[in-house]
């Protein structure tokens, strides 16, 4: 997904919502821990999240993200400054917009079926690092014994369950059929031609939905229940898989 910051008022949106967060994030010794704990889990995240966005342009024939850079797994390349903070003050972000040319993909398939690839395989990967580090944590507590009630094992396991939160959060929240989120372009490739018209027309007062929903409650009324069933649903079945 991609915000665009360079506005004026965009940048005053940023510090609003910081100030609105920042004292129940930095004014308590937990808000501070949970601050210093999440911080792995989003750059494995954001960084895997915009790596796949690259991988697959570059498999359908765009070298654009090869030659900006991005077909590397250095957080640096993926991380942008304003949607990290975000991400961790005020509960939403992004990342650095992976750049791709969709004339160049091949032509075994079509341009909207192309975009709509690159987009959803950002999604995806996060939905797989939430089954990976389930089935990591499940295991340790299966092995680990007496290591998880050391100082040392809490802090580990508090860093999976952000982790594993982060990246469903991040999958869940991307698939939000709005621009400029992923789903928007999965969206167009299900829509009827008369559909596909009308949205593409309107993806001016379709962003200021999206842009109403993050500062609203309605992003947590939207996505929490979503985040909370499929991460129970996940933790559940991989404990019983792994035999917890």
């Known amino acids: ?18 100030m609105e967060n920042i ?37 359908l024939g765009d070298d654009t993200p090869r030659r900006n850079g991005r077909l590397t797994l250095n957080p640096l390349k993926h991380i942008d400054p304003y949607g990290m903070v975000l991400l961790l ?15 160049n ?43 998880l009630y050391t100082t040392s094992g809490l802090v580990v396991m508090s860093a999976l369950e952000y982790t594993i939160v982060m990246n469903v959060g991040l999958g869940v929240f991307n698939l939000i059929p709005l621009p400029p989120l992923d789903g928007s372009k999965v969206l167009m490739v299900f829509l009827p031609e008369k559909a596909r018209n009308w949205y593409e027309t309107h993806q001016s007062m379709l962003y200021i939905v999206s842009l109403i929903i993050w500062i609203t409650p309605l992003s947590t009324m939207i996505i929490s229940p979503a985040i909370s069933s499929i991460g129970n649903g996940l933790f559940s079945l991989i404990t019983k898989i792994v035999g917890v």
């Open 105 to 147: 993909f091949n032509r075994k398939i079509t341009v909207r079926q192309g975009n709509a690839l690159v987009a959803l395989a950002g999604p995806v990967m996060n939905f797989v690092l939430s089954v990976a580090f389930s089935i990591f944590y499940a295991l340790l507590i299966k092995n680990a014994g007496t290591f």
């Open 89 to 103: 003050l005020a509960g939403f972000g992004w990342g650095k917009p992976v750049e791709i040319n969709s004339n």
């Open 23 to 59: 004292k129940n994030v930095l004014m308590t010794r937990g808000g501070i821990l949970g601050l210093v704990l999440t911080l792995p889990g989003l750059l494995v995240a954001i960084t895997f999240h915009e790596f796949a966005h690259a991988w697959v342009a570059d498999k």
């Open 1 to 18: 997904m991609y915000f665009n910051y360079s506005n004026p008022w965009m940048i005053g949106l940023i510090i609003i919502l910081i």
